[in-house]
């Protein structure tokens, strides 16, 4: 009889223990994870790239994140500075690592100096956290608001369509 109390008192230690670690847990690995389960592009964004599409020129070389790209090239019929057919371009790796650093550059001028580099005419933000090229990031959006480098041509809810200056 003894033992069998033990028993369970272990198994219920050990539960306690588990549902402990759950609960705390549950908020950092859904913090790690919400990126993944989120929607990768928001409908805002799709709004803003269907008025794009009826608005800009096709082919026009667009800046967004990866998913926002690959978005605009179905929905704008536009060229981005990544997504599509991305690897086959020269230097795969440089454009997704610039490309990165130009959403989450500390400066205006940083990330004008780069579009420029490539040649982008508009640029695609949200808040969001994005996957600009290695990672899930949060954009420094506030970049795009200096009217010397960008001016905002359209927003939709939180999308905003900056043109490079």
């Known amino acids: 009889m003894e033992e069998k109390i033990a028993l369970a008192a272990t198994a219920i230690v050990l539960m306690a223990i588990a549902f402990y670690g759950a609960t705390t847990g549950f908020d950092v690995m859904s913090n790690t994870l919400a990126p993944w389960y989120d929607p ?27 998913f926002a790209c690959e978005m605009l090239t179905a929905t ?3 060229i981005c500075t990544v997504g ?18 130009a959403f989450t550059a500390n400066s205006s ?19 969001r956290q994005a996957f600009y090229g290695y990672g899930y990031k ?14 905002l041509v359209k927003q939709i ?7 490079v200056l």
């Open 40 to 66: 990768v592009v928001k409908l805002d964004e799709v709004a803003l790239a269907e008025w794009s599409n009826e608005n800009i020129p096709h082919n026009t070389l667009f800046a967004g994140d990866l």
């Open 109 to 127: 001028k940083e990330s004008w100096e780069i579009f420029k580099k490539y040649r982008a005419t508009y640029v695609l933000v949200h808040p």
């Open 138 to 151: 949060q954009p420094h959006n506030e970049n795009f608001e200096e009217k010397k480098y960008f001016e």
């Open 84 to 101: 599509g057919a991305w690897e086959l371009a020269d230097n795969a790796n440089t454009r997704f690592f610039e490309n990165e650093k």
């Open 76 to 78: 704008a019929r536009a």
């Open 157 to 163: 809810g939180q999308a905003k369509l900056y043109q």
